[in-house]
């Protein structure tokens, strides 16, 4: 159980990513992957598709999703799991995060030309699903394409940080709501990518314990973005606080994510998997219910 490669955490072209959700279900396979999750930004609409390409391939599925929330003026990311895909609360709530988008882009734009860089707004939107979607990703793509930086993390550096000429600041959910949208459709909550955040240690804790009050369950520790002391030191908040571990690779697209879907280490050791909270499915002692993995046994077997 300890050592099931699990990769809950990648993008399709439903938010930020570049393939489709059946491409990462096969690239998923292809890197040894025996539990995986597709986590778009705010949006479910390929959790049925990315589900149906999973299990035609005989790779166990957990719905997923990445919900942007603002704590104390920060960005951060928090990962849910297992939930009803069709829950119409969290639905509604999402599509609510999501209307604020558009018009952060527009502002972008605009910003973007004042710096020198005409044009962004559209190139972004022809780029991305859809207006509700346009994510600093897609702004970052058009740059490179322009030939304006060498690549998508050069612009992230040099215009989309906070502090830089493309930066909007904007306000996502609340960790509260976020927290409840997904418990509320079934699911179990982590933080995403911890060591990613501008925190103090108080301001940390208070993100920790604040995010357990509402009723989260799980932090990332392994991860794409999570260097082998940050995985370890986020092994230790995980034990201190009794948060369950999760792993994945936050997959956006070749070329330009250095880790490819299954090929992370396996978790620390002393941490509890998050995926034990399915290990009744996993093992097929009952029937799972709705976004819960499906074809299971196979998945434990080798682990
Ligand atoms: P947004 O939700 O529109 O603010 O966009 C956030 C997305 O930008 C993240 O999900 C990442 O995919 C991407 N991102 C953030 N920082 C960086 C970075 N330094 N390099 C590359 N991509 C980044
Ligand atoms: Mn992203
Ligand atoms: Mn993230
Ligand atoms: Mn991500």
Redesign the pocket.
């Known amino acids: 159980m300890h050592s099931l490669n699990a990769d809950l955490h990648c993008h399709s072209t439903a938010s ?1 990513g570049s393939l489709t959700p059946g491409e990462l279900a096969s690239r998923a396979r292809e890197g040894g992957v025996r539990l995986w999750s597709l986590t778009d ?1 705010d949006e479910l609409v390929a959790q049925h598709e990315a589900r149906a390409a999973a299990e035609s391939l005989g790779l166990a599925y957990v719905s997923g999703v990445e919900v ?1 929330v603002t704590f104390i003026g920060e ?1 951060v990311h928090i990962l849910g799991f297992g939930f009803d895909p069709d829950d119409e609360a969290f639905a509604a709530g999402l599509a609510a995060l999501r209307a604020g988008r558009a018009d952060r882009a527009r502002e972008m734009g605009e910003s973007l030309a004042a710096a020198g860089i005409p044009g962004a707004y559209e190139g972004a939107l022809a780029l991305a699903p859809n207006p509700d979607l346009v ?3 897609h702004f ?1 793509r058009f740059l490179v394409e322009n030939g304006h930086c060498a690549n ?2 050069e612009v ?2 040099r215009f989309l ?1 906070e502090g830089k000429p493309g930066f909007v600041p904007h306000r996502w959910a609340s960790l509260g709501e976020a927290v409840r949208w997904i418990t509320g459709a079934g699911g179990v909550a982590a933080i995403a990518h911890p060591a990613r955040y501008r925190f103090s240690p108080n301001e940390e804790f208070a993100l920790f314990s604040e995010f357990q009050g509402h009723g989260g369950r799980a932090v990332e520790v392994t991860c794409g973005s999570h260097f082998p002391d940050e995985v370890k030191r986020y092994a230790e908040t995980a034990l201190e606080f009794g948060l369950m571990a999760s792993r994945g690779s936050d997959f ?1 697209a070749p070329g330009e994510s250095r880790t490819p879907l299954g090929t992370l280490p396996d978790l620390p050791p002393g941490v509890t998997p998050l995926w034990t909270v399915w290990a009744d499915t996993l093992e097929g002692r009952r029937s799972p219910r709705p976004g819960e993995p499906g074809a299971l046994a196979a998945a434990t077997a080798a682990a």
């Open positions: 930020d930004h942007s960005t994510s600093r990703t970052a998508v993390h992230f550096t940080k956006h």
